[in-house]
T-cell receptor
Framework: DAKTTQPPSMDCAEGRAANLPCNHSTISGNEYVYWYRQIHSQGPQYIIHGLKNNETNEMASLIITEDRKSSTLILPHATLRDTAVYYCIVRVATGAGGTSYGKLTFGQGTILTVHP | GAVVSQHPSWVICKSGTSVKIECRSLDFQATTMFWYRQFPKQSLMLMATSNEGSKATYEQGVEKDKFLINHASLTLSTLTVTSAHPEDSSFYIC???????????????FGPGTRLTVT
């Protein structure tokens, strides 16, 4: 699986949008971009994933550049509870049934601190 | 989303004893489960992948005889740390994906983790 590069830490004011960047310049055509977060002393929580189109769910938006070499996770209105380590992971994932999944390999992630 | 539980949430054991950690998928069937380990201030490291009804596949450097994994059903995997030593003290996290009805889930869901302290 392709490697990812994330800034080690970021700060964000409560109520503002948090934009977390991720570089994955060696991503392959069959690799998805996944985002997870880990709040202190808890298991990781799935946030969102995408292949090439922008994605949005109730938690966040994922913006993937046209060349797929980088992406940005957007938390539109950050709260104190969003303080966590955010992991950007590139992973092979093919279709349903007889599927072959790549491993989720965690890097160091970005420590996002949301302050009042 | 799917729920994965772990038991116990924390455990303290004496050096030389064995401890078993359970991982359950509560509302879906997990054909594949993963075990991770996380030391303080470090990222998660994959230890092994277990498939229901077959032997687990261990990552390089992980001792299969020390970390016994059993995935006997579609909703339960266990990790047994045998002859535990203080250096085995860590945060152990399981994860699962599998079928939910007729649809395979792309997302991998994680349990809350088990904090193991070996004295």
């Amino acid at each position: 699986d392709a490697k990812t590069t994330q800034p080690p830490s970021m700060d964000c004011a409560e109520g503002r949008a948090a934009n977390l960047p991720c570089n994955h310049s060696t991503i392959s055509g069959n690799e998805y971009v996944y985002w997870y977060r880990q709040i202190h002393s808890q298991g990781p929580q799935y946030i969102i994933h995408g292949l090439k189109n922008n994605e949005t769910n109730e938690m966040a938006s994922l913006i993937i550049t046209e060349d797929r070499k980088s992406s940005t996770l957007i938390l539109p209105h950050a709260t104190l509870r969003d303080t966590a380590v955010y992991y950007c992971i590139v992973r092979v994932a093919t279709g349903a049934g007889g599927t072959s999944y790549g491993k989720l390999t965690f890097g160091q992630g970005t420590i996002l601190t949301v302050h009042p | 989303g799917a729920v994965v539980s772990q038991h116990p949430s924390w455990v303290i054991c004496k050096s030389g004893t064995s401890v078993k950690i359970e991982c359950r998928s509560l509302d879906f069937q997990a054909t594949t489960m993963f075990w991770y380990r996380q030391f303080p201030k470090q990222s998660l490291m994959l230890m092994a992948t277990s498939n229901e009804g077959s032997k687990a596949t261990y990552e390089q450097g992980v001792e299969k005889d020390k970390f016994l994994i059993n995935h006997a059903s579609l909703t339960l995997s266990t990790l047994t740390v045998t002859s535990a030593h203080p250096e085995d003290s860590s945060f152990y996290i399981c994860s699962a994906y599998g079928t939910s009805g007729t649809k395979s889930s792309y997302e991998q869901y994680f349990g809350p983790g088990t904090r193991l302290t070996v004295t």
